[in-house]
Each structure stands twice: as C-alpha cells, then as structure tokens.
C-alpha cells in the first residue's frame, strides 16, 4: 500500500500534467504555483512556511478543472510584514486587517501572507538562532508563536484570528491561555514547544529573511505590499485598496465601486 507522500506525489504530477492538456490550455503553472503545490501536498518539506494554502488549493483546481466561458476573476495578493507588539501594527490589523479579510475572503481571490518579524534581527549561531526585536524579548517570543501558528495551520481564514488575538499580547503565558488553549486546530503545549525551541526560532528566523529581501528596505512597520508592490494609504483602508484592484470588482466592493465612479464624475 502505497505511503500518502507517495499518493500525493502522483496527485502533484496529475495537476502539473493536467495544466498543459489541451482541456487546460489557459492554465499555465508558474515557478511559484508549483512551490504553493509543493507546500500543500508535502507540508513538512514545504520551502516556505509562510505559504498561503488556501492560494494553493485555489491553483490545484483551477489546474484539474476543465476551463470554461465563465469571465476570468483576478485574484490580489497581500503581504503583511508585521511585529506582534507595535502598536500601528495593533491597529491595523484590529481594525483594517480583520474587517477586510471579514467582507473579501470568502470570495477566494484575496492570497494572504503574514509574515511576523518586522525591525528585528537574528543570528545563526551553532545551529540555532539569537535574535532581538524592536519592542524587546517579548516581541520575539510573541512573533515566533505567530510563526509556528502560521506554521502548523497554514490557511489565513483558520489562523489569521488568532494571529490577531496574538497581537499586542504583553508575553507568551498570557498569549497561550487567551487565543490558543481554546482553539480546536492547535494544541497548546506543542505551541509552547515550538515558540521555546531551535525550530520556532527558525521559522522567525526565515521571516526575517524574507523581510530583509524587500528593495526598498522596510522603514516602517506595518509595511503592506499589494500585488508586489508597498501601499502606503491601505493603512488607512485596506478594504478599498483591495477593491480597486479585484477587476471585476466582487458585490461585496460596490460602494467603492460607485464611490469611485462619483469622483470621477465632471464637475
């Protein structure tokens, strides 16, 4: 009986053989679709933990669907670099972060990615990391827990709420007992270890590195990249930067929509 790596690698290769048939023609399969697949079918071998599952899901059946006269729906994709303990970071994601995944994410065209790390800095040392964070060593136990969250659930709608409970706890007790020790997809003391452990301050060490790749450098936090690109105003109103690129705008977008067609209606 074959072992589920193996069945899921022959899932792979049907997707990625089913996107160059000729039922598939629209579907082309990039460097990056392939590693999303890669991580949804191989979590533990996954090159990025950060990678948004839900995303992946998205590309595995539009790859094994058979293409049809339905108008093409664009999807946007969200990077938040944040730290668990600034407080802009607080109010953003309490009130524009959670309110827009809220009214957009059921559409299925939003890909999200959180990455927790911000101003800090790690440093490999013996097989494991130090690291310090702008807000001190609360912060950097607080991010890691975020990064084993992230980690261990990897869909957005299942982990970014408690994501935003994490967010502007004081410490790691405290942050366990209010938004973990009652979840049903997490176990608390296997959070404990991870946030504790060489593993855990791997993966903020990874996040730091994907942070440290951004041209140009991050010099505020949060720091929020729409389609690949720094929107300073979704600060303000994520909800309406993200309408405006969702072509065709989704129901949810109309009074954007009409807010948009009224400024740009001749005076």
């Not at 730290?83 to 957009?104: G, I, N, V, Y």
């Not at 890909?111 to 013996?126: N, S, W």
């Not at 942070?211 to 690109?229: R, V």
Request: net charge negative; glycine share 4%; aromatic share 8%.
């Amino acid at each position: 009986m074959p072992t589920l790596s193996y069945f899921c690698f022959w899932i792979f290769v049907v997707v990625s053989v089913s996107a160059t048939s000729p039922e598939h023609e629209n579907i082309a399969l990039s460097d990056s679709d392939i590693m999303k697949l890669s991580c949804l079918f191989f979590r533990e071998d996954c090159p990025d933990h950060l990678t948004d599952l839900s995303a992946a899901d998205r590309i595995f059946w539009r790859a094994v669907a058979p293409k049809d006269k339905e108008p093409k729906l664009n999807s946007v994709n969200l990077e938040i670099y944040m730290e668990s303990q600034c407080p802009d970071t607080s109010r953003f994601m309490h009130k524009q972060m959670m309110p827009a995944w809220e009214k957009l994410s059921h559409t299925g065209r939003i890909d999200l990615t959180i990455i927790p790390f911000g101003k800090a800095r790690c440093v490999e040392k013996g097989g494991d990391y130090e690291c310090s964070c702008q807000h001190g060593p609360n912060e950097c136990t607080l991010n890691t827990l975020m990064n084993c969250v992230i980690d261990r659930i990897g869909y957005p709608d299942k982990y970014l709420p408690i994501i935003d409970c994490i967010q502007g706890k004081g410490e790691l007790n405290n942050a366990l007992r209010q938004c973990i020790d009652n979840s049903s997809l997490l176990d608390t003391q296997q959070m404990r270890e991870c946030t504790e452990s060489p593993r855990g301050r791997k993966l903020l060490a990874l996040s730091g590195s994907r942070t440290a790749s951004l041209k140009p450098a991050i010099n505020f936090i949060p720091w929020i990249m729409i389609d690949g690109e720094r929107n300073t105003d979704a600060i303000y109103d994520l909800t309406e930067n993200l309408c405006k690129k969702l072509e065709p705008a989704p129901e949810e977008c109309s009074v954007y929509v009409k807010k948009g067609e009224e400024q740009n209606q001749p005076v």
